[in-house]
Structures are given as C-alpha cells and as structure tokens.
C-alpha cells in the first residue's frame, strides 16, 4: 500500500470511536482517499476516508484503534483512492482480506496499480452473459447452469455445508478449455475453515489459477469490508486486462454485511430495517455489479456470492437484497442435509435465470435444457404427491405419484448426491439425469422430443396406470 504524503499532517483528532477515527481541521480531503495513521510510538496504520464534512474527516482504520490515542497521532492523506498493485503475480498466492502475504513469499507485485473501488461498467459496452461455466457439482451443471458474466448466489443456513460447496466449486470450475482462474475471497473465517479452504483448494493454487484471499474472524471489521473489493480489483485487471475467465467466489456475504452495520453504527447513522445501513441496497450493488463481459474484451467476470441466512429467514435484508441485484439463486436446503445428502441443493427452489443463454443448442447438449425442465417438473409432482401423502396416507396414493416419488429418490442419489472431491462432466450429468427418469413411464415425459427419448431414454419397465385408473397418458 503506497504511503506517500500528498498533504499536511493533521494531528486535531476528535474523537477516536470504535474502529473509526475524526480528524478535525481538514482540508482538501475527499471520500474513499487513503489514510496513513501514525500513532504516538511511530507506528503505523491505514485507512480510508468515510465521510467528510467541512472541515472535519471520519477516517476508518483497517488495523482497528485499539492502542491509538488522541494525542501523539497523526494523519496524513494521499490525494487518492486506496490503490492496489494488479497484475499475473497474484496467481498463487494466499493472502490476507488486505492483501499482505499468508504464504511466506514476498509482498504481490503489479504491473501497475488499480484503485479498490473500481470503475462502473458503461451500460452501453455490457455484453450479455453467454457460455457456461462448469462447476462440476452436477445439480449446479445440470438444473442451474451458471453462465460467464452471470451473478448467482448461494442461499444457505448456519451449520450446511455451503462453505465445502463454494470451496469445492472453485477447485473444480473450468471454462471449456479457454484461460480460466479463480479469486476465492473469504470473510470472517475461523482458523479451522479457512485450513480446510486452503486445502481443498492447494492443487489449484499450485497450478496458479487461483488468488486466495483469507480474511479470519479475528481480524480488523474493517479488513472484512475491503476483501471482496480487492477480490473483484484484481478479478477485473485479470479478466478485462489480461483476457481471462474469472469466477470470483466471496464466502460469506453476511459476515460483510455484519461489518458494514457494525461501522453503520460505529457513525452513529440511523438504522434501516433490521438495524443494517439504509444503504446496503447499493454498497451490495456496487460489488455485484463489477462481474459481467465487455463489448470487444476478452475475459469475463462471474460471480458467485454465498450468504448465510439467519434463521432461514429469505426475507432478511442479506438475503432479500442480493435477490433483487442477481440473476437467481442456489439454495441449500436443511432437509436434504439430515438425509445426509452432499451438496443438498433444493433443486425446485434453485434458479439460474441466464441459464438459456449458457446451455443447449451449441452450448453444451442439445437435450440439455429440455432434460433440465422435465427433471424439475417431475421433482415438482413429486412434491406434491409427498404432500398429498401426508393427508390421505401413503397407501391412497396412485401408481403415479408412487412412481414419481421413485424418481425423487433417484434424482437424489444418482444427480444431487456426490462427493466433496467428485468432478463430474457435463455429459456424466445429464446420463445420469435420464437414468433417473427411466423410473417414469415413457408417456410422462412430455416435456422431451421423440428424437430425445429415442436416443437417451434407457426404458423404465411396465407402463404405470394413469391417476384416473385407465392406463391412458396424464
């Protein structure tokens, strides 16, 4: 981080709260600029400018304040934003939620520097997402392909394994054979997570397609609210500069969101609902928003952010917010956890909105999309007869809805269910997927052409009756 005085030192502090500092008797001074902090033994701390008014300065510091003292520090500005060293050099290494070096080597060097904040993308040279970008978790590839450029987060709950499902994404994901890395940026981690990170994801590290950014829950809240930012400042260099496939993965959106209301309230800001800032809408916008693909430039940025819902709730404002900013969700769900189903993905409340855009015809199988719309639709009346079991008992059900609740089950062990290390093909998928419908009588897969069925279907035995008893198609 450069540390050059552009202007005078100010040594007016205010007051010092929480993880904040005000300076009084600025000038010149502007939001976002970075901060130097030197305290009264001549040690030394960073931060960034939060708000300015007249003549006074709220500085947060990255390092927290804990030891600062009104007298004997000073302050100095540098005329500018935070900026970081960008560039190939970050491929392979593991640093922290700030960018210092956790691995042993020498600090990241760039071949130039690029501010955190990042630069909004001109609407007009947006390209729309297209082509897929496999993961290798089969109901991911499968029901909810995620597609370059695309913002598709993970929905889950406290104690489900959504960080071994994101960790495992990035050691898997690839993008069909052209240059692809992942930036892997984790918020508020424990020791033990952020181990178990860094060794599923050491292979891909080794190889240098993966940037690795920890940052522990027991480092500065501050530090929690600048990962990402440096995440995606890198992501973009790599992608938009360099010509890369990028798949940026932040791991846990909560905790940022826990750190931007921890410092909301730090400023003494009126709280929105739920006690977050009333402005979390657009700080949430201005990190989704930076993935996406330019008009005539190489590379794309995709991003998958992965929340923690409280209490399951999807109407908390993390949640419900990044709803309304992405293009769909991945859900985790509890039940197909205590069935001891890996990665329990509730495919019905899964959704992948640009999924047309990156699979069929010319993009992956030309069965795929209409294999995926059966599969949902099959899962669906399974559902319902699982429901409707629950009223009039499972013996009053129809050889139907029997034989579609067959097909959940088979869906779940032979698509849903694999292993934490198990890198599946696209193809692997979608066999796999018909293998499951070969429990459903040929008739009831209307949703799929006679040239599909005649190519893929395997057969699923005898014709089960229809729900009314004749034996004809529903």
């Known amino acids: 981080m450069t540390t050059a005085w552009a202007q005078p030192e100010y040594t007016d502090i205010a007051e010092l709260r929480g993880p904040l500092i005000v300076v009084r008797g600025v000038a010149g001074v502007g939001w976002d600029e970075f901060a130097t902090i030197r305290d009264a033994s001549g040690g030394e701390r960073h931060g960034l400018v939060l708000e300015v008014d007249r003549d006074l300065a709220v500085v947060q510091v990255l390092e927290g304040t804990a030891g600062l003292g009104a007298a004997g520090t000073?302050?100095?500005f540098s005329g500018s934003p935070l900026r970081i060293p960008v560039g190939p050099d970050w491929l392979g290494r593991v640093c922290t939620g700030r960018g210092e070096p956790m691995d042993g080597g020498p600090p990241v060097a760039g071949e130039t520097t690029a501010a955190v904040t990042g630069f909004p993308m001109n609407p007009v040279v947006?390209?729309?997402p297209a082509e897929p970008v496999l993961t290798g978790v089969s109901v991911i590839d499968g029901l909810t392909t995620l597609v370059r450029g695309q913002k598709l987060p993970i929905f889950s709950v406290a104690g489900l394994p959504h960080l071994d499902l994101a960790a495992q994404i990035a050691a898997q994901a690839s993008a069909g054979g052209e240059p692809f890395c992942v930036v892997f940026a984790a918020m508020g981690l424990t020791h033990a997570d952020a181990a178990a990170v860094r060794r599923v994801l050491d292979e891909r590290s080794a190889a240098a397609e993966l940037v690795l950014l920890l940052n522990l829950a027991d480092a500065p809240v501050i530090e929690r609210i600048l990962t990402p930012r440096i995440a995606l400042t890198v992501a973009e260099h790599l992608?938009?500069?360099l010509g890369r496939h990028v798949l940026v993965v932040m791991a846990d959106m909560t905790n940022y969101c826990e750190a931007l209301r921890e410092v909301s309230a730090a400023r003494g800001e009126i709280p929105a609902r739920r006690a977050y800032p009333g402005y979390l809408y657009s700080d949430l916008a201005s990190l989704y928003e930076r993935c996406g693909r330019i008009r005539g430039v190489p590379g794309s940025v995709t991003l998958i952010p992965v929340l923690t819902m409280p209490g399951g709730d999807m109407t908390h404002p993390v949640p419900d917010l990044t709803g309304y900013i992405t293009?769909?969700?991945i859900v985790l769900s509890s039940e197909l956890h205590?069935?001891?189903?890996?990665?329990?993905?509730d495919a019905l409340s899964s959704l992948s909105r640009l999924?047309?855009?990156?699979?069929?015809?010319g993009q992956t199988r030309d069965d795929h999309l209409d294999l995926a719309a059966q599969a949902l639709a099959a899962l669906a009346a399974a559902r319902r007869a699982t429901e409707l079991a629950e009223l009039i008992g499972i013996a009053a059900l129809s050889a139907a809805d029997r034989r579609y609740q067959e097909f959940e089950l088979a869906f779940a062990s032979q698509v849903i269910s694999q292993q934490r290390t198990e890198n599946r093909s696209l193809g692997d998928t979608?066999?796999?997927?018909?293998?499951?419908l070969a429990v459903l009588p040929r008739r009831e897969l209307t949703m799929l052409s006679a040239a599909a069925l005649d190519a893929h279907y395997p057969g699923g035995g005898p014709e089960a009756p229809?729900?009314?008893g004749t034996g004809e198609g529903r």
């Open 430 to 436: 979608l066999d796999r997927a018909w293998q499951a």
């Open 327 to 329: 293009e769909g969700q």
């Open 355 to 361: 999924m047309r855009h990156g699979a069929g015809l």
């Open 74 to 76: 000073h302050v100095g």
């Open 126 to 128: 947006r390209q729309p």
């Open 239 to 241: 992608s938009f500069s």
């Open 466 to 468: 229809s729900r009314d």
């Open 338 to 345: 205590a069935r001891g189903i890996y990665p329990p993905v």
